[in-house]
C-alpha cells in the first residue's frame, strides 16, 4: 500500500430536489478528480439531493411544500442511483465518500456512503443525533455504524457536521487507528451574523481540532448556496435572505498536525480541492499524543460504546434466549 497520494474534497452546490441530476453533476466531478490523479474524493453532508435549509427558515405549514418532493429525491440503498455512483468509482478507480439524504421505508437519515475503488459500498453510516431541528426530518443512527474501515489508501472514517462537537463519537473513531477522515459539512453561512457557533470560523475549527486530537488527515467538504436556491427558499423575502446568503462554502483539508494542506476555494464559487498527503506523517504526529494510545489515562477515563444494531422490532430467532425460556417453569407457582 502506498503511503503517499492525492485526495479530493468538493465544494459545489447540490442539484436540490433533482437526485438524477445530482448524480449526474456528482460523476462528472468523481471523473475530474480521477483524471487529476485523486484516489479518494469527498461530497459534502447530504449533498444527494442537498441540504434541506428549509427547516431554518420558516414555520412548518410552509416548510411541508418541500416535504414531499425531499423525501421522493432521497436516494435508496440499492437503487439504480446508488448503481451509476458505484460504475463512476469503479470506471475511474477512485474512491467516494457521499453524503446523501438516505431514504429507508417512510424515514430519512443523513448518511455518508464510502464506496472503494471497485464501486462496492464498503461502509454506510448515519448520523447519531441529527443536530437542533434536523430532528424534525431524520431518524438516529446508532453505534453499530460508528466505524472506521480498512481499504487499499488507509483506515477511512466519516462523521457530519456537528458530531464533530461530541467528544465520546470523536474519541470511539480515534480508538480505531483512523488515518483519514471525512468531515461533511453543510454551507455554512446560515444565519451569518447572528448565530457564530453555525459559521465556518467554529465549525472549520471543529475540523482542524478534530485532525490534531485524532492524528489523521481530515477532508472537510462544504457545500455552498446559488442565488436559485436562495431564490427558490426565500421567496424575496430580504429577512430570510439575510439569514440563507449565497455562498457558505468553506472546503478544507488538515493535517494531522492542524495545517491547511491546500489553498481555499472562494466560498461562493465551486471547484475541488487536492491536497497530496503521506500516511507517514501520522507517526511524527502520534509520537507526541496518541488519544486512546500512549496518551490515553485508562485509570480515570474510558468509553463505552454499543456496536450492537438497533431495531424497532425483533424476530424471535433475533433474540437471543427465547429457545430457552420453559413455558411451563415460568409460571408462578400457585398458592397452597
Given at each position: 500500500?502506498?503511503?503517499?497520494?492525492?485526495?479530493?474534497?468538493?465544494?459545489?452546490?447540490?442539484?436540490?430536489?433533482?437526485?438524477?441530476?445530482?448524480?449526474?453533476?456528482?460523476?462528472?466531478?468523481i471523473e475530474e478528480a480521477a483524471k487529476n490523479g485523486a484516489k479518494l474524493i469527498a461530497f459534502s453532508e447530504?449533498?444527494?439531493?442537498?441540504?434541506?435549509?428549509?427547516?431554518?427558515?420558516?414555520?412548518?405549514?410552509?416548510?411541508?411544500?418541500?416535504?414531499?418532493?425531499?423525501?421522493?429525491?432521497?436516494?435508496?440503498?440499492?437503487?439504480?442511483?446508488?448503481?451509476?455512483?458505484?460504475?463512476?468509482?469503479?470506471?475511474?478507480?477512485?474512491?467516494?465518500?457521499?453524503?446523501?439524504?438516505?431514504?429507508?421505508?417512510?424515514?430519512?437519515?443523513?448518511?455518508?456512503?464510502?464506496?472503494?475503488?471497485?464501486?462496492?459500498?464498503?461502509?454506510?453510516?448515519?448520523?447519531?443525533?441529527?443536530?437542533?431541528?434536523?430532528?424534525?426530518?431524520?431518524?438516529?443512527?446508532?453505534?453499530?455504524?460508528l466505524s472506521v474501515v480498512d481499504t487499499s489508501i488507509g483506515r477511512v472514517g466519516q462523521l457530519a457536521c456537528?458530531?464533530?462537537?461530541?467528544?465520546?463519537?470523536?474519541?470511539?473513531?480515534?480508538?480505531?487507528?483512523?488515518?483519514?477522515?471525512?468531515?461533511?459539512?453543510?454551507?455554512?453561512?446560515?444565519?451569518?451574523?447572528?448565530?457564530?457557533?453555525?459559521?465556518?470560523?467554529?465549525?472549520?475549527?471543529?475540523?482542524?481540532?478534530?485532525?490534531?486530537?485524532?492524528?489523521?488527515?481530515?477532508?472537510?467538504?462544504?457545500?455552498?448556496?446559488?442565488?436559485?436556491?436562495?431564490?427558490?427558499?426565500?421567496?424575496?423575502?430580504?429577512?430570510?435572505?439575510?439569514?440563507?446568503?449565497?455562498?457558505?462554502?468553506?472546503?478544507?483539508?488538515?493535517?494531522?498536525?492542524?495545517?491547511?494542506?491546500?489553498?481555499?476555494?472562494?466560498?461562493?464559487?465551486?471547484?475541488?480541492?487536492?491536497?497530496?498527503?503521506?500516511?507517514?506523517?501520522?507517526?511524527?504526529?502520534?509520537?507526541?499524543?496518541?488519544?486512546?494510545?500512549?496518551?490515553?489515562?485508562?485509570?480515570?477515563?474510558?468509553?463505552?460504546?454499543?456496536?450492537?444494531?438497533?431495531?424497532?422490532?425483533?424476530?424471535?430467532?433475533?433474540?437471543?434466549?427465547?429457545?430457552?425460556?420453559?413455558?411451563?417453569?415460568?409460571?408462578?407457582?400457585?398458592?397452597?
Amino acid at each position: 500500500m502506498s503511503t503517499q497520494f492525492k485526495v479530493a474534497a468538493v465544494q459545489a452546490a447540490p442539484c436540490f430536489l433533482d437526485l438524477d441530476a445530482g448524480i449526474d453533476k456528482a460523476i462528472g466531478l468523481i471523473e475530474e478528480a480521477a483524471k487529476n490523479g485523486a484516489k479518494l474524493i469527498a461530497f459534502s453532508e447530504t449533498w444527494l439531493p442537498g441540504y434541506p435549509n428549509h427547516i431554518w427558515l420558516g414555520p412548518v405549514a410552509w416548510q411541508m411544500q418541500f416535504v414531499g418532493r425531499y423525501f421522493d429525491n432521497s436516494i435508496v440503498a440499492g437503487s439504480d442511483q446508488e448503481k451509476r455512483l458505484s460504475k463512476a468509482c469503479r470506471d475511474n478507480n477512485i474512491q467516494l465518500s457521499m453524503g446523501c439524504s438516505e431514504r429507508d421505508g417512510g424515514s430519512l437519515y443523513i448518511a455518508q456512503w464510502h464506496f472503494d475503488e471497485t464501486g462496492e459500498v464498503i461502509n454506510r453510516r448515519r448520523k447519531l443525533k441529527p443536530t437542533h431541528v434536523e430532528r424534525t426530518v431524520y431518524g438516529e443512527g446508532d453505534g453499530s455504524d460508528l466505524s472506521v474501515v480498512d481499504t487499499s489508501i488507509g483506515r477511512v472514517g466519516q462523521l457530519a457536521c456537528w458530531e464533530h462537537l461530541q467528544p465520546l463519537s470523536k474519541y470511539a473513531m480515534y480508538a480505531q487507528n483512523e488515518q483519514i477522515h471525512v468531515a461533511a459539512w453543510p454551507n455554512l453561512a446560515l444565519y451569518e451574523g447572528t448565530a457564530y457557533a453555525l459559521g465556518h470560523q467554529v465549525n472549520n475549527a471543529a475540523s482542524m481540532i478534530y485532525a490534531v486530537e485524532g492524528g489523521c488527515f481530515v477532508l472537510a467538504p462544504c457545500s455552498l448556496v446559488t442565488k436559485e436556491m436562495q431564490d427558490l427558499l426565500c421567496e424575496g423575502n430580504p429577512e430570510k435572505e439575510a439569514l440563507f446568503p449565497v455562498g457558505g462554502g468553506y472546503t478544507a483539508i488538515f493535517g494531522p498536525d492542524g495545517s491547511e494542506l491546500a489553498e481555499r476555494i472562494p466560498h461562493d464559487q465551486e471547484g475541488i480541492m487536492y491536497a497530496d498527503i503521506d500516511l507517514h506523517m501520522i507517526g511524527y504526529a502520534k509520537a507526541a499524543a496518541d488519544p486512546a494510545g500512549h496518551y490515553a489515562k485508562r485509570d480515570s477515563t474510558r468509553l463505552l460504546i454499543n456496536r450492537k444494531k438497533q431495531r424497532a422490532v425483533l424476530h424471535f430467532d433475533d433474540a437471543p434466549g427465547w429457545e430457552e425460556v420453559d413455558l411451563i417453569d415460568a409460571q408462578p407457582e400457585a398458592a397452597e
